[in-house]
């Protein structure tokens, strides 16, 4: 069975809905404050793209090619690349700035995938993010957990029990108070090499 991830007209209509109840102010937040060389990891069906402003060099990764085909459509001018977040096909060092956009709830490996963000990052970039994350409460952790394994058989691959944040953490960044906003088990937030 596909899940929702994996039926880009369907995300896409799911996701309207979610931008117009106020997402779309926290991806208009998230990108606006790329700079320089930018990836997003992800990318999926482009979203995201439009929002970037204009003149910054963006490339766009997701494994999915049916997504990739709609972020064409999307944002023709942006090259999009058809890559996994644990195997990032540029050298280390090549992004000031990585984005990352509910994403690394649904990858597979996402220690291995963090691990490459950062090895593609240069050693003063940035890491934006907006994922929703583990609970804070531990009744609603608990649950997460217990919702998780149908969760993630309905939406092809979204885990919405991940401790994302910690995860960051671990794997190397440190995460900027200043540049963090939460609401429920929403974070966006940015990041930094330690």
């Known amino acids: 069975m596909r899940g929702i991830e994996q039926i880009p007209w369907l995300y896409d209509a799911l996701m309207a809905v979610v931008d117009a109840c106020g997402l779309g102010r926290w991806r208009r937040r998230l990108v606006g404050g790329a700079a320089g060389r930018t990836m997003e990891v992800g990318c999926g069906t482009g979203i995201n793209l439009p929002y970037y402003p204009a003149g910054l060099e963006v ?14 459509r999307r944002a023709p001018h942006i090259p999009l690349v058809a890559a996994r977040a644990e195997a990032l096909p540029f050298r280390a060092g090549t992004f000031d700035t ?24 240069r050693p003063e970039g940035e890491l934006r993010m907006m994922e929703h994350v583990r609970h804070t409460r531990p009744g609603w952790a608990a649950f997460q957990d217990r919702i ?4 993630t058989l309905l939406t092809g691959g979204c885990h919405p029990n991940r401790d994302t ?24 937030f940015t990041a930094r090499v330690r």
């Open 59 to 72: 490339i766009g990764v997701d494994p999915d090619p049916h997504a990739l085909r709609r972020a064409r």
């Open 165 to 188: 944040e910690s995860m960051v953490e671990q794997a190397g960044f440190r995460i900027q108070e200043s540049g963090r906003v939460s609401r429920g088990v929403m974070r966006c």
């Open 98 to 121: 990585v984005v990352s956009s509910l994403v690394f709830c649904s990858v597979e490996d996402p220690a291995l995938g963090l691990a490459e963000t950062r090895r593609v990052l």
């Open 148 to 151: 998780q394994p149908a969760w």
